[in-house]
């Protein structure tokens, strides 16, 4: 039953994501992300991370999705690629690059150190809501801080950037 | 109970997907979005590793990860809205003032 949830999750992962690259409108994109990210989740749900699991799907394919979908519709740019390519060998050089790539962390992952497979009997509630908050407020106490800190510069940062004009046009006016 | 190797292969795969993506689209809210389908798949091996483990760790940093994505899209999504605001485009190779 895990083996066949695990594969069928995986296809859809590696179909949307695949779709997201290669579908020309950015909105059908961002659709295609929040299918992936969905997909993702259920394989945290696998891994027994029921609170990533849980994060992913609000923040990840809520959150953010919405705030692509919402700049995507603002900025109109939908069908921003139409017209001709400004450098041709673009496309097939990303593409072999891609694919070099691939198959470099292949061989890394493939000759690698061996990986250990889990006591799982043990390790059914790494994953739970208390074991992280119990991590998060004491090992992890001063990223968590930093984080948050992380979070009002870019609310700030944010503000700023798009605000700039407004306020410029306001100071030439009076 | 699926091995360790077959999450982080499916990682490989979708981190793949998101470098094709930034280097083949134009588009720059696609190769935004390419970068977020890297993280993820970043994401997925520290969970696939921490579950090997048997220690939260790895589900720890992907939670960090997340903030700072979040973090990151908010002022990347700023900057593409002003650049769009300046140049009324968002085709990466519209966007060459430095170009010599």
Redesign the interface.
Known sequence: M??FL?ITT?IV??GA??A??LSSN?VH??LF?IL??CS?AI??F????P??GA??VT??AG??MV??LF??M??G?EN??LGE???GW??P???V???A??AE??YV?YRGTK??????A??TN??APT??SA??FST?LL?FEV?SI??L???V??VV??R??VVAREERQS | ??????????S??????????V????????M???V??ML?SA??AL???????????G??I???V??????????G??????I??AKK???V?DVNTLKG
């Open positions: 895990e083996t695990f995986a992962a590696v994501a695949l997201m690259v950015a994109s961002a992300l992936n990210f993702v394989l945290y696998l891994l027994r991370a609170f990533l994060v992913q923040v990840y959150a953010i705030l692509f700049v995507i603002l900025l740019a921003a690629e390519e400004k450098i673009q496309k050089a990303g593409l690059l891609g694919v790539l691939l962390i292949g992952a990986l250990i497979d889990a006591p799982v043990d390790a790494i994953g074991t992280i991590k998060l992890y990223p984080i992380l979070l510069i870019a609310v940062g944010t950037l798009t700039r004009r | 109970m699926i091995s360790t190797n077959a999450y982080v292969l499916l490989a795969i979708l981190f793949t997907i998101g470098v094709v993506g280097l083949v689209r134009r588009n720059v809210i696609v935004f979005m390419s977020e389908l993820n994401n997925l969970i696939a590793f921490s579950r090997a483990r048997a220690e939260s760790d589900q720890i992907t939670f960090f997340i903030a700072v994505a979040a973090a990151e899209v908010a002022v999504l700023a900057l593409l809205v002003s769009f605001r485009t968002t085709n190779d």
